[in-house]
């Protein structure tokens, strides 16, 4: 079954024109009065749980479904499940993280009957997604990359997300190896932990087998910025540069800007290879359609992370199918391959740690002593605030 497309945002905008937006719970429940349903939908006052004939599912995207980018590799697991039995799915695509996506939230729910929300962009979580589940504690919100606290938050949340940097990892071998100049670059969005890990874990990759090599890294500001993000690239091309990556909701314009300087880049979020078959070596790519099929599943056997039936936190990494590296491009050597194969089997089996003792930062201090281990596991890494040695840049950027 195909991801159903409709515009939703004129109706909650509407309902609410004479009213101030943080209105209470009440307004929301007098708005759901007036919203018709569409479809073969459930009523939004069921639980969590999948109901016996239909399960509605609604997904928001902060970019394009096709922005060879985040949003893009979350609408191709979307698509993957609309096709499951007794599954409907609706998304909005390139709604703010603003107030914007509440509206979108609650028309899903009063409109469409989705007794499960996916708004996957950072920003929805604090205050949107915590907003809206507190007022509707019978619909089940899953939230990418936020953190869900017990005894803080409403129980009718949970977070995902993936170990990524472990694929991130394995592309900065193959730039480290590649390489001519030993200096790599890192175009980013803004400094969370989540892309400082990618970051670091990508410019350790690196430096395991390249230890001059260096990643400057310069901060865009925003997810999507194309004009800062070609300027950063470029700059950085001026300045040496031979090999480009990003952290950014779509890569697209650093990849493009990479192929036309003729210098080598490696990929996030999806497989860029199309966008720069000359130097494209590889990256670092979600496998969402895995993820929302366990979802699914566990949706469809009558579980709720509300009743605790489903972890409020899943995480996993190359292992668990959360992400994949690219395939190989051409310009990749077969020591190369051989080299970023050896660490990914290593990754999978859990004897490659990558971040252990004694590691310092990139102004000298220790960061994990010596003999300190944290898995991927570990909740500390969720937490990172500091760039490993031979990053050029700082957080506070």
């Not at 995207?61 to 980018?69: E, H, I, L, N, S």
């Not at 430096?207 to 004009?227: H, M």
């Not at 004694?358 to 990172?384: F, P, R, S």
């Amino acid at each position: 079954m195909s991801p159903i497309y409709i515009p939703r945002r004129k109706f909650i905008r509407g309902a609410i024109a004479t009213a101030a937006f943080g209105a209470t719970s009440q307004l929301w429940v007098g708005c759901s009065e007036q919203a018709p349903t569409t479809g073969n939908t459930g009523s939004p006052s069921t639980t969590g749980a999948a109901s016996a004939t239909l399960l509605n599912i609604g997904f928001i995207y902060v970019g394009p479904k096709d922005d060879f980018g985040y949003s893009q590799a979350h609408f191709e697991g979307e698509t993957a499940i609309a096709k499951l039995p007794d599954v409907k799915t609706f998304s909005e695509a390139s709604v703010a993280e603003t107030a914007t996506v509440q509206e979108t939230m609650l028309s899903m729910i009063n409109q469409n009957g989705v007794s499960v929300l996916f708004p996957t962009s950072f920003g929805y979580f604090d205050p949107h997604i915590l907003k809206v589940a507190a007022d509707n504690p019978k619909v089940q919100f899953f939230h990418c990359g936020g953190m869900y606290t017990e005894g803080k938050h409403p129980k009718n949340i949970g977070s995902y997300y993936g170990y990524i940097d472990e694929a991130e990892y394995i592309a900065g071998i193959v730039a480290g190896l590649t390489t001519k100049s030993g200096k790599l670059g890192f175009v980013a969005a803004k400094p969370i932990p989540q892309v400082v890990r990618n970051i670091n874990s990508y410019t350790l990759g690196a430096r395991s087998v390249n230890p001059k090599a260096t990643v400057q890294v310069l901060f865009t500001g925003d997810w999507s910025v194309p004009v800062k993000e070609a300027e950063a690239s470029n700059s950085m091309i001026d300045q040496g540069v031979d090999v480009l990556t990003c952290h950014v909701d779509s890569p697209k314009v650093v990849m493009e800007t990479a192929e036309k300087r003729k210098v080598f880049c490696t990929g996030y979020h999806t497989d860029q290879s199309k966008l720069a078959p000359n130097g494209y070596l590889t990256g670092a790519e979600w496998d969402w359609t895995s993820v929302y099929t366990k979802y699914v599943e566990l949706f469809k056997a009558g579980k709720s992370v509300t009743d605790g039936g489903i972890p409020h936190i899943l995480r996993g990494g190359l292992k668990e199918g959360f992400c994949k590296v690219s395939p190989f491009g051409s310009a990749v050597s077969a020591a190369t391959k051989k080299e970023a194969e050896t660490a990914l089997a290593k990754l999978k089996d859990g004897s490659l740690i990558i971040y252990a003792g004694e590691m310092k930062d990139n102004t000298g201090k220790v960061v994990i002593a010596k003999g300190k281990e944290y898995k991927q596991t570990d909740i500390d890494l969720e937490k990172m605030d500091w760039f490993v040695e031979g990053v050029i840049g700082s957080v506070k950027s």
